[in-house]
Every structure is written in structure tokens, then in C-alpha cells.
């Protein structure tokens, strides 16, 4: 699971989880304003989403929607995935703490080390960016800084080391930056003047596809939603293969690509 191709030094993945979108997903949390999710084209999106992790060459667990919990779709909140041990979660939004119970068990199976974040700490790994061994994490409106500390005293025990970010305009942290590799980072907003970034050779995306910063590098590929084309121009100026992925419906919850999958 630990490996890492040898001309770029990004973490290789092997597999990827994902949850089903049960029929619930219309009442998910949401702060856009966008109307509801049609789900018939929900579930024809997540498809879709599923055949272009296996392009990548992942092994996709796919598990079913589960009714209970509406946002359980976006499955990456709920557990981070490291090379060396997973972390699940305490969600900050109240819905979605019983996302864990039944994850817990999954990642079990791939995973020996299985660390939990327990109240009054807080943390949804979409506030959380791996860049290599080192962890950016978000303090959000969902994950509080008991949590983040919490975290970063996990991964420390993994030889890993983290950087706290505080963030104010949008969900997760990973709703406006999202590590390339190579030392290239996607940012737009509040994240382009954030000193911890400042090292970083910055892609800055434009205001208007702000939505398409979440973007995830899954071994040869970056998969960016469509619809997005100024984004699109700039990640294949930076030299990478795209992989272009309708997931409008999930945008209209606030739920981006890394979101929908677990991957490691
Ligand atoms: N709808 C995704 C979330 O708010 O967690």
C-alpha cells in the first residue's frame, strides 16, 4: 500500500471506497444555492465517477447507499487513509456522525492501524490535504481544533507531520485547494495568500470555477469535474492527463470529486 512511483514521488494508489447515493441524498446538507439533486442523474454521475477511478487503475469497493444518512455518499469525510494507518472521524455536522459506525468495519478490512477521533474533537477529512508525508488540516465550521490537534497527534505517531490552516469562506479545506504533486497546488480564494502555501508553485483557479479547485490527482490522472474549462487549460498547461467527471448534482450539496471516494 506504501508505494510511491520512483519519478514522481506521489503517493501510488491501489484502491478506492465509495457509498452508493441513497434517495435521501436530496434532503443532504447543503449551502448552495442550486436546487435539489436530481438523483436518477446522481446515480448515473456516480457511476461514471466509479468507471474513472477504475481508469486510474484503482479497485473500487462499493458499498450500498445507506437511506439513514443523507450526505453518506461523500464517504471521505468520514475516514482519512493513510500509507501507514487509517483515522476515522468525528463528523462536525450532527447528521453525519453516524456515518463512522459503518465504515469502521470496511476499512478494517484493508487497514491494521485504525485510530478514532472522539467528542468533544471534531474532524471531517475533507478538511484534510495530504501532500506526501506531510498533512494539511483544515479548522472549518465541521472540524474544530481539538480535532486537528487530535489528528496531527495521530500522524505524528506515524512519522507523519501536519500544518494546521484556519479557514472562513468555504466548507472543507479541500473545497479550494487540492495538491497536484510536483509541488503544485490548485488554490483559489482565501487559500492563494495563506503563508503555509506560500512554497508551493500555486495554480490559481479563477473565481468563477472556483467549484473546480476540488480536484483529485489519482496516479496518472487528475480528475477534474467538467464543465470547468479555464481549470481544465491550466492543469494540462502544468503537464497532466485529465479525466473529466460530470458530478453537477453533487455540487448542489456542496460535495466536490474527493469527496465521493476514499483512496489509498
Ligand atoms: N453535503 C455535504 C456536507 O455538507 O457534508
Same mark, same amino acid.
Given at each position: 500500500?506504501?508505494?510511491? *512511483?520512483?519519478?514522481?514521488?506521489?503517493?501510488?494508489?491501489?484502491?478506492?471506497?465509495?457509498?452508493?447515493?441513497?434517495?435521501?441524498?436530496?434532503?443532504?446538507? *447543503? *449551502?448552495?444555492?442550486?436546487?435539489?439533486?436530481?438523483?436518477?442523474?446522481?446515480?448515473?454521475? @456516480?457511476?461514471?465517477? !466509479?468507471?474513472?477511478?477504475?481508469?486510474?487503475?484503482?479497485?473500487?469497493?462499493?458499498?450500498?447507499?445507506?437511506?439513514?444518512?443523507?450526505?453518506?455518499?461523500?464517504?471521505?469525510?468520514?475516514?482519512?487513509?493513510? #500509507?501507514?494507518? *487509517?483515522?476515522?472521524?468525528?463528523?462536525?455536522?450532527?447528521?453525519?456522525?453516524?456515518?463512522?459506525?459503518?465504515?469502521?468495519?470496511?476499512?478494517?478490512?484493508?487497514?491494521?492501524?485504525?485510530?478514532?477521533?472522539?467528542?468533544?474533537?471534531?474532524?471531517?477529512?475533507?478538511?484534510?490535504?495530504?501532500?506526501?508525508?506531510?498533512?494539511?488540516?483544515?479548522?472549518?465550521?465541521?472540524?474544530?481544533?481539538?480535532?486537528?490537534?487530535?489528528?496531527?497527534? !495521530?500522524?505524528?505517531?506515524?512519522?507523519?507531520?501536519?500544518?494546521?490552516?484556519?479557514?472562513?469562506?468555504?466548507? @472543507?479545506?479541500?473545497?479550494?485547494?487540492?495538491?497536484?504533486?510536483?509541488?503544485?497546488?490548485?488554490?483559489?480564494?482565501?487559500?492563494?495568500?495563506?503563508?503555509?502555501?506560500?512554497?508551493?508553485?500555486?495554480?490559481?483557479?479563477?473565481?468563477?470555477?472556483?467549484?473546480?479547485?476540488?480536484?483529485?490527482?489519482?496516479?496518472?490522472?487528475?480528475?477534474?469535474?467538467?464543465?470547468?474549462? $479555464?481549470?481544465?487549460?491550466?492543469?494540462?498547461?502544468?503537464?497532466? $492527463?485529465?479525466?473529466?467527471?460530470?458530478? #453537477?448534482?453533487?455540487?448542489?450539496?456542496?460535495?466536490?470529486? #474527493?469527496?465521493?471516494?476514499?483512496?489509498?
Amino acid at each position: 500500500m506504501d508505494e510511491f *512511483t520512483k519519478e514522481m514521488k506521489h503517493r501510488k494508489f491501489t484502491k478506492a471506497i465509495v457509498r452508493i447515493p441513497g434517495m435521501s441524498l436530496v434532503n443532504g446538507l *447543503t *449551502t448552495a444555492s442550486l436546487g435539489e439533486p436530481d438523483y436518477t442523474k446522481a446515480l448515473f454521475q @456516480h457511476e461514471k465517477y !466509479i468507471k474513472a477511478l477504475r481508469d486510474c487503475g484503482l479497485e473500487v469497493t462499493i458499498l450500498e447507499a445507506d437511506e439513514k444518512y443523507p450526505d453518506s455518499c461523500f464517504v471521505e469525510d468520514v475516514a482519512l487513509c493513510t #500509507s501507514k494507518c *487509517t483515522v476515522i472521524t468525528n463528523p462536525g455536522a450532527g447528521s453525519r456522525k453516524g456515518e463512522t459506525e459503518s465504515i469502521t468495519p470496511v476499512l478494517r478490512q484493508f487497514f491494521t492501524d485504525i485510530e478514532f477521533i472522539r467528542e468533544p474533537a471534531t474532524v471531517e477529512a475533507g478538511d484534510i490535504m495530504m501532500v506526501d508525508d506531510l498533512f494539511f488540516i483544515g479548522i472549518s465550521e465541521r472540524t474544530n481544533m481539538k480535532g486537528a490537534i487530535e489528528v496531527a497527534g !495521530i500522524l505524528g505517531k506515524y512519522g507523519f507531520t501536519s500544518s494546521i490552516v484556519e479557514l472562513k469562506e468555504v466548507l @472543507h479545506l479541500k473545497t479550494g485547494v487540492a495538491y497536484l504533486g510536483e509541488n503544485n497546488l490548485l488554490a483559489c480564494g482565501e487559500f492563494l495568500q495563506k503563508d503555509v502555501f506560500k512554497n508551493f508553485n500555486l495554480i490559481e483557479i479563477p473565481e468563477e470555477e472556483s467549484y473546480a479547485a476540488n480536484c483529485i490527482r489519482v496516479n496518472d490522472f487528475v480528475m477534474i469535474p467538467a464543465g470547468y474549462p $479555464k481549470t481544465s487549460k491550466l492543469i494540462r498547461a502544468a503537464g497532466y $492527463k485529465i479525466l473529466e467527471v460530470d458530478v #453537477s448534482e453533487f455540487r448542489k450539496l456542496d460535495g466536490g470529486l #474527493s469527496c465521493l471516494s476514499l483512496r489509498f
